[in-house]
């Protein structure tokens, strides 16, 4: 990191992970090239957990390459009276690998809605039964956090 006067220790990383409600990942397509897609993430200590279709131009690239990079801006605050921003930031680099275990898609799947939609959870169940077996969830484990805050 080149402003070390910015650089936040990792639970302050983690911290900015789990209020963001995504994510954008980065990885390199079949051909290649870059590609990047914005997912909504969960985290479970190490793990980030994200769910999608079960083809696709993401899970191709995943599935070649399973390497990522993911880049999750919080709090970012435009000054009215100086050329800069105040922010917060965090990036992840890490392995995805598809979620086999039922139990783990669901818990993850669970921990999702639990973020994003709390006040739908009643309809969780019947929501899993209706979509598991055409939902896929995909685990990333987290190898390097770092984060930075400009304040």
């Not at 390459?65 to 880049?71: A, E, G, K, V």
């Not at 994003?116 to 019947?126: E, G, Q, V």
């Amino acid at each position: 990191m080149r402003r070390k006067d910015r650089e936040m220790p990792e639970e302050f990383g983690l911290e900015v992970i789990d209020e963001c409600r995504y994510g954008v990942a980065a990885m390199t397509d079949t051909q290649g090239e870059p590609y990047a897609v914005a997912l909504n993430l969960v985290r479970d200590g190490r793990t980030l957990y994200f769910h999608c279709a079960a083809e696709g131009k993401k899970v191709e690239a995943l599935r070649r390459d399973p390497r990522l990079c993911i880049s999750f801006v919080g709090s970012d605050q435009p000054l009215t009276d100086k050329f800069t921003t105040l922010f917060e930031s965090a990036i992840v680099r890490g392995r995805a690998s598809l979620v086999e275990d039922e139990a783990e898609k669901i818990h993850a799947l669970r921990l999702l809605c639990e973020k994003l939609t709390p006040a739908n959870m009643p309809a969780f169940d019947k929501a899993i039964e209706r979509s598991l077996n055409r939902t896929a969830v995909w685990r990333v484990y987290m190898e390097e956090i770092t984060a930075k805050r400009k304040n």
